[in-house]
DNA sequence: TCCTAAGCGAGACGGTACGTCTTGTCTTCCA
DNA sequence: TGGAAGACAAGACGTACCGTCTCGCTTAGGA
């Protein structure tokens, strides 16, 4: 009985796997704005009512579609984690995160623009933010002036870094390392603008 | 002559400002996305084939209704500007433009949230970061050591106003004044996430 | 595999047939040219864009209905083809054609009125003058002078024919019986206005 | 008062008569049903409102022209009959009709084609039945057996008149001369299609 | 000579219909 | 049972055309 049900959802998965793929693949070529269920359907090869019996729409597809580039943040993350003696904190995490962009550079460049998806980009913000208060804003926290709310501070980091990734994709051309783009979020989120005192500098 | 265009020209304009009027309306009640062409007739009582007399889509009306809400930034940046003995900086600049998101609360909560445009989103990053190339950062350029373009950090600054924002409206509700805001925004771009380094603490 | 196609024909053959019955209602009650595709999908209760998926629009859609009135026109020829011991000729076929007219008298009523369609009438100017030269003309072929082409004849028969029924449903309000006027065209055809020449009176 | 009249008269008269000619000229060139307002206007260098002022819609325009027109089947009726020594029958009749045709063949063959006007072919049917009535059956009418009314026999004359001429038009491509063409319709009415007949010769 | 009233050009607009596109649902059948 | 195939309802799209309105120019007669 399990094997029977076990095979189907086999069939079940390549099918939401085609699916996947074929929206990925849109959204590089057209954006994702543009991208139709029959658009997906057709380069997947299955039929148009299929993709219902799957997702609700474009959006939950997109947002299940994630789950699989979010895996290979997740374990490029975990590798700079044990890299790093398990001590996770913003330089090394940075860093991860613009070797991921660089990664799926077709996909954020496109996501990124006007071509794009508001709900992906308002997600990756408050993604990005509670990431932010979570491994990034302990150590400095104890310093924070009262009055100032930390997750005030952690909207500002993830928007500096959603601002920047969307510079270097879209106006820069990836002509930066991504360790230079890490290393400029780190020293603009310690620093701010202020690069010139010596007692600030950090040594990576 | 200049007279006689002129009646035309009124008429099409109190049809535009209608068009537009609506559109704003509509955006708070209902999302950007969620519109089409047909409320925004309906509510300003235009007949829908009139709308395209004007604008090619929904979009285009966006970006031209913009105009007011810019022209209303426009002239409160002047005022500060004014006030503050004609020097424009980061800090004044701030202060300004958390007050105009004040005062169009409604519609930047929805437009930077996934009921939102991504057209729009995107316009913002980049005109920010041109505001802050521009304004923000000529007084700091001389410290920035040489690999660090200055396009990237006018990014983080945007993206970390947007960051910001977008977290005041819907997350924090609202709470804060847009002074304390301003002044969240303009010690995390001095001095990043040092707020304990009383050499850097800011008068203001 | 024939059986499986045909469950989708039925299906779409049901649609057509509330489609044809709705446009041979509204040509009754509305006339021809002042029926929409709206009309006409309201009718029939199917939606709008189905209709193109079916037709490419009213004269198609017309054209394609006529086929069933056409039938039953095929019909009752063969019917007094058979009783009229298969020779078929001048006067019986009037007589078929005026009873078809009886059948569907508002349907041509409104047709061949300013509220009818113009393909329709040219369209069955040509149809009744192939007729009429395939299978009126023929027994009085020998006797026609040479100069004049026996389709300018049948093009005579198939006019009077049609101005005929114009009168009869329009302006005799259907007071003569089929018989009666197909002996009028009969005779018409025979010998024109000279309906005091004993030799040619028939007998029928 | 009657000359400042007559001189805004003047001015409205050439509006109409440029109307009128271009209502002609596009007739010819896409066909009645194609034509809209904006054509005629365009083509009449008129501004399409002004068209409202003079005429109600195209087809009222149309009747309108259609004055012209007849005014010169009129004057070449006269004149045939002044020529036939006062005696209008129906072989003069046909003879000016057809002459008048083929003076204007590309505006019949358009109006009597599919691209032309039902209310137009319909008028046409009357127009003749009425004529045929009047001029030509009373010769006949003693004749007549007591049971056909003569309108009938006019309708099936009007209806034949109107055949010929389509085909002569859209078939036979005028190589018939008009004179052949009215002995053809001449015959036709006189003797239907026993042309055999020698005692029913007719010397012209 | 100016005045003035009509015809008209120009263009905006409300409204109706068009033909198309996309979405989501349904049904029937096959593997 | 999952999926293919296709018909369909629903609704939005952008366009075409209609008929009406308003405005201001032109022009030709009468004051």
């Known amino acids: ?27 590089v070529e057209k954006g994702y704005e543009a991208i139709n269920v029959n658009d997906i359907t057709e380069r ?16 939950e597809l997109l947002f299940n579609s994630l789950r ?12 700079t984690i044990v890299a790093g003696l398990n001590q996770r904190n913003l330089d090394d995490m940075s860093d991860a995160d613009f ?3 660089a990664q799926h550079a077709a996909f954020y460049r496109t996501m990124l623009s006007d071509r794009g998806s508001v709900a992906f980009i308002i997600q990756m913000f408050r993604y990005l933010r509670g990431l932010m208060q979570t491994h990034a804003l302990p150590p400095f926290q104890p310093d924070l002036p009262a009055g100032v709310p930390s997750a005030a501070l ?5 928007g500096a870094q959603i601002g920047l990734v969307e510079w270097w994709l879209n ?34």
């Open 1 to 27: 009985m399990t094997d029977m049900i076990r095979k189907e959802d086999r069939r079940k998965e390549r099918t939401r796997q085609l699916l996947r793929d074929a929206l990925m693949e849109l959204i």
């Open 44 to 59: 997947a090869n299955v039929a148009r009512p299929t993709f219902y019996l799957h997702y609700k729409d474009k959006q």
């Open 68 to 79: 699989e580039i979010y895996d290979d943040l997740a374990a490029r993350e975990m590798d």
């Open 99 to 101: 070797q991921h962009v």
């Open 154 to 158: 952690a909207a500002c980091m993830a």
């Open 171 to 204: 106006e820069n051309n990836m002509q930066a390392t991504p360790q230079e783009m890490a290393r400029i979020m780190h020293m603009f989120c310690l620093m701010g603008l202020n690069w010139d005192d010596p007692s600030q500098k950090v040594s990576s």
